[in-house]
């Protein structure tokens, strides 16, 4: 067996900054403050010339708007066309009028102010908080007989255009290539990984997309053997959130002869392995589709409005583990997500990324819309009505029909339900490179109550070696 080892720092390592940083943080948050002071103080010299009136207009013409996609997306006919139209017409009304009265400048200028502001504000509050970039690394000696996987049309042939197999196998792999034209279909690739593990493999791997990986993946956890991710997929969203170069999926063997392993969480709706997420409702309907795959645009156009305001489509019901009252229930969700560890949902820069894949928990995230309004609402984030984020270790989704539509990792499958979404942690031994371009940290919610708290108290609580000031 091997040994493990921390990588990322301890608690001294998250709190003990020097007195170097505790400026840079003040200053952040007071820049950040100044910024959107400005911004609210800057409309306000412009008196003479509407300045003030022009805001409030700019601002009703994204709430229209926002209310003008809602109806884009729920009607059809002449009324889709109109609602698109003015979708486009509203910000465009606006902003002839800053031009009319000369005021364009003023768009620009608030629009970089609110961008400094919200910029500073979550530099400043990310150094707070205790932020582990690399989960635990466990040194393991490197696989001696390891069975590769390969998808020569995954990522557009990225296989053969990286040279994956032929470098793979001059590292000691043995690769099976999957034939895309077989006549009797697709290749069961967890009966590969099986037979691979009987003949004496040591790591099972795959160069794919998430939903090949995942099917493996289960395999690996089942026999707990090292699994190695290598971004060949299009999106790779799992080697994204393992902290992998995606840019270059050759550099993944590198964990062939100098690698670590990294235990992570493996997510199952009913029998089914997920790396990433599973999805419900209004998207898992929509890649069922037939037309789908050939028309996407046209098809999704198509039969959202029927789904988003529930004239077609099953009644879904999740239940989540950590709510006792089936009162608190999740009634009739459009869209619902179960992911394999949370995703940021603060942070724009960091939607569709998880920052952990190691904390034993499902993400849940759901959207229910009434109405335009609520549509709008959507704005607020995690505080907008229509959405919950949550997490929790198990998700129960039940229906008013006897199978529904589920979207897993991206492959379209029908599952009976009720359909059970349950986490296993640390259940995946993940052999990465040791060097590795690693996870960025996803910035934290932009408070103001506590910038304005750590733009006053900072330099006088956050000493090092002291204990710092709770915000």
Same mark, same amino acid.
């Given at each position: 067996?091997?040994?493990?080892?921390?990588?990322?720092?301890?608690?001294?390592?998250?709190?003990?900054?020097?007195?170097?940083?505790?400026?840079?943080?003040?200053?952040?948050?007071?820049?950040?403050?100044?910024?959107?002071?400005?911004?609210?103080?800057?409309?306000?010299?412009?008196?003479?010339?509407?300045?003030?009136?022009?805001?409030?207009?700019?601002?009703?013409?994204?709430?229209?708007?926002?209310?003008?996609?809602?109806?884009?997306? $729920?009607?059809?006919?002449?009324?889709?066309?109109?609602?698109?139209?003015?979708?486009?017409?509203?910000?465009?009304?606006?902003?002839?009028?800053?031009?009319?009265?000369?005021?364009?400048?003023?768009?620009?200028?608030?629009?970089?102010?609110?961008?400094?502001?919200?910029?500073?504000?979550?530099?400043?509050?990310?150094?707070?908080?205790?932020?582990?970039?690399?989960?635990?690394?466990?040194?393991?000696?490197?696989?001696?007989?390891?069975?590769?996987?390969?998808?020569?049309?995954?990522?557009?042939?990225?296989?053969?255009?990286?040279?994956?197999?032929?470098?793979?196998?001059?590292?000691?792999?043995?690769?099976?290539?999957?034939?895309?034209?077989?006549?009797?279909?697709?290749?069961?690739?967890?009966?590969?990984?099986?037979?691979?593990?009987?003949?004496?493999?040591?790591?099972?791997?795959?160069?794919?997309?998430?939903?090949?990986?995942?099917?493996?993946?289960?395999?690996?956890?089942?026999?707990?053997?090292?699994?190695?991710?290598?971004?060949?997929?299009?999106?790779?969203?799992?080697?994204?959130?393992?902290?992998?170069?995606?840019?270059?999926?050759?550099?993944?063997?590198?964990?062939?002869?100098?690698?670590?392993?990294?235990?992570?969480?493996?997510?199952?709706?009913?029998?089914?392995?997920?790396?990433?997420?599973?999805?419900?409702?209004?998207?898992?309907?929509?890649?069922?589709?037939?037309?789908?795959?050939?028309?996407?645009?046209?098809? $999704?156009?198509?039969?959202?409005?029927?789904?988003?305001?529930?004239?077609?489509?099953?009644?879904?019901?999740?239940?989540?583990?950590?709510?006792?009252?089936?009162?608190?229930?999740?009634?009739?969700?459009?869209?619902?997500?179960?992911?394999?560890?949370?995703?940021?949902?603060?942070?724009?820069?960091?939607?569709?990324?998880?920052?952990?894949?190691?904390?034993?928990?499902?993400?849940?995230?759901?959207?229910?819309?009434?109405?335009?309004?609520?549509?709008?609402?959507?704005?607020?984030?995690?505080?907008?009505?229509?959405?919950?984020?949550?997490?929790?270790?198990?998700?129960?989704?039940?229906?008013?029909?006897?199978?529904?539509?589920?979207?897993?990792?991206?492959?379209?499958?029908?599952?009976?339900?009720?359909?059970?979404?349950?986490?296993?942690?640390?259940?995946?031994?993940?052999?990465?490179?040791?060097?590795?371009?690693?996870?960025?940290?996803?910035?934290?919610?932009?408070?103001?109550?506590?910038?304005?708290?750590?733009?006053?108290?900072?330099?006088?609580?956050?000493?090092?070696?002291?204990?710092?000031?709770?915000?």
């Amino acid at each position: 067996m091997g040994s493990w080892r921390g990588i990322g720092g301890g608690p001294k390592a998250g709190w003990g900054l020097d007195e170097r940083v505790h400026t840079r943080q003040r200053w952040a948050a007071r820049a950040s403050l100044v910024s959107a002071g400005l911004a609210l103080i800057v409309p306000l010299g412009t008196t003479p010339s509407g300045g003030p009136a022009l805001v409030a207009a700019g601002a009703v013409s994204v709430a229209v708007s926002l209310v003008a996609v809602w109806w884009t997306l $729920t009607r059809r006919g002449w009324l889709r066309v109109a609602a698109g139209g003015l979708a486009i017409a509203a910000p465009a009304a606006a902003i002839t009028l800053f031009v009319l009265a000369h005021l364009l400048w003023l768009l620009f200028l608030l629009l970089a102010l609110w961008a400094l502001a919200v910029w500073t504000g979550k530099l400043a509050l990310a150094s707070t908080r205790l932020r582990v970039v690399r989960p635990t690394e466990y040194e393991m000696p490197p696989p001696a007989r390891p069975f590769l996987i390969m998808n020569p049309r995954s990522g557009g042939g990225k296989v053969e255009r990286f040279g994956l197999r032929a470098r793979a196998e001059k590292l000691g792999a043995r690769v099976h290539l999957l034939d895309p034209a077989r006549p009797d279909g697709p290749e069961d690739v967890a009966a590969l990984a099986r037979d691979a593990l009987a003949a004496g493999a040591d790591l099972l791997g795959v160069a794919g997309g998430d939903g090949t990986q995942a099917l493996v993946a289960a395999v690996a956890a089942e026999y707990d053997t090292p699994f190695l991710v290598i971004s060949a997929g299009t999106r790779n969203h799992f080697a994204m959130d393992l902290g992998l170069d995606r840019d270059d999926p050759s550099t993944c063997l590198n964990a062939l002869t100098d690698g670590v392993e990294l235990r992570v969480d493996l997510g199952f709706a009913n029998d089914h392995p997920f790396v990433n997420n599973a999805s419900f409702g209004a998207y898992a309907e929509i890649v069922q589709s037939p037309a789908y795959r050939d028309d996407k645009a046209r098809t $999704t156009l198509e039969m959202l409005p029927d789904l988003l305001t529930r004239q077609k489509g099953p009644r879904l019901t999740a239940h989540l583990a950590d709510v006792s009252s089936p009162a608190d229930a999740l009634d009739s969700p459009q869209a619902l997500l179960v992911s394999n560890n949370p995703y940021a949902t603060h942070d724009i820069a960091g939607l569709g990324r998880r920052e952990r894949i190691d904390l034993g928990v499902l993400g849940v995230l759901a959207v229910k819309v009434e109405g335009a309004a609520q549509a709008a609402g959507l704005l607020w984030g995690r505080q907008a009505e229509g959405l919950t984020v949550a997490t929790t270790r198990e998700v129960v989704v039940d229906a008013d029909e006897a199978t529904i539509a589920v979207g897993v990792d991206g492959e379209a499958l029908t599952l009976t339900v009720p359909v059970r979404c349950r986490i296993e942690p640390g259940t995946l031994r993940v052999r990465v490179p040791r060097s590795r371009p690693g996870t960025p940290a996803v910035l934290p919610p932009l408070e103001w109550r506590r910038l304005r708290k750590l733009a006053a108290n900072v330099g006088r609580t956050a000493l090092p070696g002291r204990r710092r000031l709770r915000l």
